[in-house]
């Protein structure tokens, strides 16, 4: 679609966009794409969570009991799918902060994470040991 006013081809433009995004001084570009790479990063180990969990139900036919293993790999789907929510999250406010020149918030998301994988692979490893 051509426009041949620039006001109009903003129009469009800015209709697409969330509100915030329009709010603020356009953050350096060096910023915005490190923040991007971030986030991907959080989704990329959300990936490997889910992948871990899949990897886990399809293939410990030795490791019981068998409930618990089921458990678990949906524990790992749980986590990666709260992990993509929380990407998406901590994106947005740290794009927020940067439009508004403020500090980047903090999060818990990253100690939720850690304890939960934590939890995970504690007892997997414990039930690796009892069943050596």
């Not at 081809?9 to 923040?35: I, M």
């Not at 969570?49 to 458990?71: C, D, I, M, N």
Request: aromatic share 8%; hydrophobic share 55%; net charge positive.
């Amino acid at each position: 679609m051509k426009y041949t006013d620039q006001s109009q081809a903003k129009k469009v433009r800015t209709a697409r966009e969330p509100q915030w995004r329009q709010e603020g001084a356009e953050p350096d570009y060096r910023f915005s794409l490190a923040n991007e790479r971030t986030f991907l990063a959080w989704i990329r180990t959300a990936l490997a969570l889910l992948a871990g969990g899949v990897l886990l139900e399809q293939f410990s036919t030795t490791l019981g009991p068998r409930l618990l293993v089921v458990a678990l790999a949906i524990a790992l789907g749980v986590l990666a799918a709260a992990l993509c929510a929380l990407a998406y999250v901590r994106w947005r406010a740290n794009e927020i902060a940067m439009r508004h020149a403020g500090r980047l918030p903090g999060t818990l998301a990253i100690a939720l994470i850690s304890a939960a994988t934590l939890g995970i692979s504690a007892v997997i490893v414990f039930l690796l040991v009892v069943q050596a």
